[in-house]
């Protein structure tokens, strides 16, 4: 049996466009045009925040009235096609899932409810400040007994792959949400998937 924890944002929710227009409204940029949102694909949420004019001190604050506007569209939000098949195949299969995302535990735990995934993860971690993942990782193979060597991270974000490997995890950049399948690459995570059914091939694999 394998444990695989996932990013929410831009790894199971497509909510790349939401993130996007919010950040843009709190800087007084919305709307944006075509051609500058397009821009915007490829960078982190962090990046994000940082192009269109927030400090750093500024990103906590942000982020948790992003999360506070996302709960009253939760049920708008579409998975990524073929996302929530690999879940279930692998949860079937007697494999451990996990959530581990910056966004909240309501907000998440809302979203896997409407698309009927809710009892197929074994356990949510929520409100993870934008910079720090690896103590929660390092968390969850406490609480849960895991095995380091059975267990692999599947995210978007440069800082989801990056925090994976300082913790010792093996790591699956998706190439589907915010991060550019060039930037993924400069982290050399332990494999790429550019869709949902190579990374389901991968974990099968594990």
Same mark, same amino acid.
């Given at each position: 049996?394998?444990? @695989? &924890?996932?990013?929410? +944002? ?10 996007? +227009?919010?950040?843009a409204k709190e800087a007084g940029r919305y709307p944006l045009d075509t051609v500058k949102k397009h821009e915007l694909y490829g960078l982190s949420v962090i990046a !994000?925040?940082? $192009?269109?004019?927030? #400090? ?15 709960? #009253?569209?939760? $049920?708008?939000?579409?998975? @990524? ?12 299969? /007697? $494999?451990?899932?996990?959530? !581990? =995302?910056?966004?909240?535990? #309501? ?5 896997? #409810? $409407?698309?009927?995934?809710?009892? %197929?993860?074994?356990? !949510?971690? /929520? ?15 406490? %609480? ?17 792959? %990056? ?13 589907? /949400?915010?991060? =550019? ?20 091939? &991968?974990?099968?694999?594990?």
């Amino acid at each position: 049996m394998a444990s @695989f &924890i996932f990013d929410f +944002d831009g790894t199971i929710a497509d909510s790349r466009d939401f993130i996007i +227009d919010f950040i843009a409204k709190e800087a007084g940029r919305y709307p944006l045009d075509t051609v500058k949102k397009h821009e915007l694909y490829g960078l982190s949420v962090i990046a !994000v925040a940082r $192009h269109l004019g927030f #400090k750093w001190y500024q990103l906590p604050k942000l982020m948790l009235k992003g999360r506070n506007n996302m709960s #009253k569209i939760i $049920h708008h939000l579409k998975p @990524f096609p073929g996302v929530i098949e690999v879940i279930n195949k692998i949860n079937h299969e /007697g $494999h451990q899932v996990f959530i !581990v =995302s910056s966004n909240s535990v #309501k907000n998440i735990r809302s979203f896997l #409810k $409407h698309n009927k995934i809710d009892e %197929e993860i074994l356990a !949510v971690y /929520g409100g993870i400040e934008v910079f720090g993942k690896a103590p929660i990782f390092r968390n969850v193979i406490k %609480e849960f007994n895991l095995d380091i060597n059975e267990t692999v991270c599947i995210g978007d974000e440069l800082r989801d792959i %990056e925090a994976a490997q300082s913790v010792g995890l093996r790591q699956v950049g998706v190439t589907w /949400g915010f991060a =550019s399948i060039e930037q993924i690459r400069e982290t050399s995570p332990t494999w790429i998937a550019q869709m949902p059914s190579e990374l389901l091939r &991968i974990l099968e694999e594990i």
